[in-house]
């Protein structure tokens, strides 16, 4: 027999009370009265017995009932045989690691490896244990699965031999991540346990830096037997001062006074002095320090001075060596296009021409120096690749050209005609007509407008990628543009031909139509003042902007890009590594496919160059690239800067159950007694003791009454 409660088994011993009660010598219960005692001498009375129990029934029978009171407190159960020994438990310790770029931090990858051994010392003889790292992905290194089939021994050797193989990467954290990644163990384990009560504590080895990204866990429901026991490392203390916004793809400009960066002092930082540096590849100053005071806890914009191009990273100094404290940067000249207008050399009045609006438009694009080159419409010699003009504006005349350009445009070239002309006659109307089918494959019937005060532009497409930047309700006001004279487009039904806009009498006024990898775009109307109001409106410059970039052919490459992320690199790339914080050397030539950037580092990228395809039925999408080198900016992600330790109360909210480690013998103690608590619920042999002190107290006041009674006739 078992007791689930026993410690109150001590009130046991409060039997001593009713035997202490019996052992009371009693009083006498009357006076006998005697004449006069006047001639008796006096003596002292004399002990003729010793105190005696003098009822032996009632004293066990109350003695019983405060045995059998405890007993009851107690809660008594039989032990089964399946007590007898301890069940086999489906207990697993999953250790998370940290590999994130803030691991490399001061000693914290040294403490997160004693975390580790403590954790394996810790582990019962008949526990599973595996280990999974993470940083913007988690990565098994052990399974739970294997290590079923393994020994203890074997387990914690091949765990102690892989963490000393590990180094911390350069990625970002995603703790969300790494605890799915523990959920799905979880359910392994569960698979292998054949129904019965898995557990599984998750060790998560951290910095627990406060810009961890828990996204992944906001809608999680966390089994009962799932426990997540932390284990923070600790960084020493100094001045953290590390940039929070930075645009890393620096344009060098001749007339720049400097860069704006954003800058943030950690609330914990002792110092508020600082300097920025800007290096060369050796590692060498380029320009004299910047110094920057900034208060603990602050975030500012500095202004930078712009470096030469011999700068390839920016420097923070503080009082000791941070792993964030270089930002590498792409400095490179602009990248110069030009965009053709095709116009009339006849023509005399400058205003009236597209040119005198086009020349006067700010296309400083991105890093782009664009110029806009005129062309005579007699001028017959092929038209620029797309990547040397992306864009040719055409008046309603056209051009003599007409065969290479519709080349042109299968190659991806884009293309505006602007119709500013008036019809004047039928011929004209035709031979409008016929040029346009000519480069589209698509006919278009053109009339002139009607006669009437003005039109305006109604229906806009603001789903398309030319209008989508008007979609606001505080700039999709169309209706302050009137146009004096305009051409309207007459569609067939199913024409290949998309409306973008119409006149506020319902006819199509702006049109597209997709030509091989490019576009060309039909405008009813000029946008001089003599034909409307469209140069002269604040739509005009974005319309524009919008029709280059739609126009500009995508790099394969980016600027800037943060470790971990991958771009697109065709067959051949010739890749070299400028500057890196640590020995990285991708394959060059490269193969083709994504290139992962792996470690912050400067890579100069040269794309080889691919000849244009010659025209055919079917031309293709992919735009011809010329062969051009680029540099590529990589860096850690700035939210690995946030090295504040992260709120617990954020992960508690998120119902996250945290706890501490449970050692083996806990953990069977833990299941011992829940097996108890379930065999005593089941007997409930409490309420039979209940039911017999009922019992033995109404017997006991039976007898005790009848004895008082029968005392007390003997007395009278």
Request: charged share 20%; hydrophobic share 40%; net charge negative.
């Amino acid at each position: 027999m078992g007791f689930l409660a026993p410690w109150f088994l001590l009130a046991g011993l409060s039997i001593a009370l009713p035997i202490l009660f019996h052992m009371i010598r009693k009083k006498p219960r009357g006076r006998i009265s005697f004449s006069s005692i006047m001639f008796l001498s006096p003596s002292p009375p004399r002990l003729v017995r010793r105190s005696r129990v003098d009822d032996l029934l009632l004293l066990f029978l109350r003695a019983l009932i405060v045995l059998l009171l405890a007993w009851a407190f107690a809660r008594p159960f039989f032990r089964s045989h399946q007590m007898a020994t301890d069940s086999d438990l489906a207990r697993a310790h999953l250790i998370l690691l940290d590999t994130s770029a803030s691991m490399h931090e001061g000693d914290a990858w040294k403490q997160a490896q004693e975390h580790i051994h403590s954790i394996l010392a810790a582990v019962g003889p008949g526990e599973v244990v595996a280990l999974s790292t993470f940083d913007q992905v988690a990565r098994e290194r052990t399974s739970i699965v294997s290590s079923l089939r393994t020994s203890p021994e074997q387990r914690e050797n091949l765990i102690r031999s892989t963490i000393s193989s590990l180094t911390p990467t350069w990625h970002r954290t995603d703790l969300g991540a790494a605890l799915v990644h523990a959920l799905d163990q979880y359910s392994q384990l569960e698979a292998q346990a054949d129904g019965s009560a898995a557990s599984m504590v998750v060790h998560v080895v951290t910095d627990l830096q406060s810009g961890s990204n828990l996204r992944a866990v906001e809608n999680l429901v966390w089994p009962d037997q799932f426990y997540v026991d932390l284990r923070i490392v600790r960084r020493g203390e100094g001045s953290h001062l590390y940039l929070s916004g930075l645009d890393t793809s620096l344009e060098l400009e001749s007339d720049a006074s400097g860069r704006r960066i954003l800058l943030t002092n950690e609330r914990s930082s002792p110092s508020d002095q600082f300097f920025l540096e800007w290096r060369d590849r050796a590692d060498q100053p380029v320009l004299p320090r910047i110094p920057v005071t900034l208060m603990p806890g602050q975030t500012k914009a500095v202004q930078v001075p712009e470096p030469s191009s011999s700068a390839v990273q920016l420097v923070v100094i503080s009082d000791r060596r941070r792993f964030d404290d270089c930002y590498y940067v792409a400095l490179t000249p602009p990248r110069r296009q030009t965009l053709i207008y095709v116009e009339n050399p006849r023509d005399r009045d400058a205003t009236e021409t597209l040119g005198y609006f086009l020349e006067k438009m700010p296309m400083r694009i991105a890093g782009k120096d664009v110029v806009w080159q005129r062309r005579s419409i007699d001028d017959d010699s092929p038209w620029p690749s797309r990547e040397e003009c992306p864009l040719i504006v055409l008046t309603a005349r056209g051009t003599k050209a007409i065969e290479s350009l519709r080349q042109s445009i299968e190659a991806g070239t884009h293309v505006l005609w602007v119709l500013d002309h008036s019809l004047s006659s039928f011929t004209e109307q035709e031979d409008w007509m016929n040029r346009i089918a000519t480069l589209s494959d698509a006919q278009v019937e053109i009339r002139e407008g009607s006669t009437g005060d003005y039109a305006l532009w109604t229906n806009v497409d603001f789903r398309h990628p030319l209008f989508e930047s008007f979609s606001d309700p505080k700039y999709s006001d169309f209706t302050k543009i009137r146009f004096w004279k305009y051409r309207q487009f007459v569609l067939a039904d199913g024409s290949p031909w998309r409306v973008l806009s119409t006149w506020d009498r319902g006819e199509a006024a702006f049109i597209e139509a997709c030509v091989g990898a490019g576009k060309l775009w039909l405008l009813g109307s000029g946008f001089q003042p003599s034909q409307s109001q469209l140069a002269l409106s604040t739509k005009f410059v974005p319309l524009l902007i919008n029709m280059y970039e739609r126009a500009t052919p995508q790099n394969a490459w980016q600027n800037s890009a943060t470790v971990g992320e991958s771009i697109e690199l065709p067959a051949g790339t010739q890749i070299s590594v400028v500057a890196s914080k640590v020995d990285w050397a991708p394959v060059s030539p490269w193969p083709g496919g994504k290139l992962t950037f792996e470690v912050p580092c400067l890579v100069e990228i040269r794309i080889p160059s691919q000849e244009p395809s010659p025209p055919s039925d079917q031309p293709s999408l992919e735009p011809q690239v010329s062969q051009e080198l680029a540099r590529v900016a990589v860096n850690i992600d700035l939210s690995e800067s946030q090295l504040e330790p992260l709120d617990l109360g954020r992960l508690e909210q998120l119902g996250i159950p945290l706890g501490r480690q449970l050692s083996h013998q806990e953990l069977l103690n833990q299941d011992r007694q829940k097996r108890i608590e379930e065999l005593e619920q089941s007997q409930q042999l409490w309420r039979w003791l209940i039911v017999a002190i009922i019992v033995i107290a109404l017997i006991e006041t039976i007898i005790a009454s009848r004895r008082r009674s029968g005392s007390g006739l003997e007395s009278s």
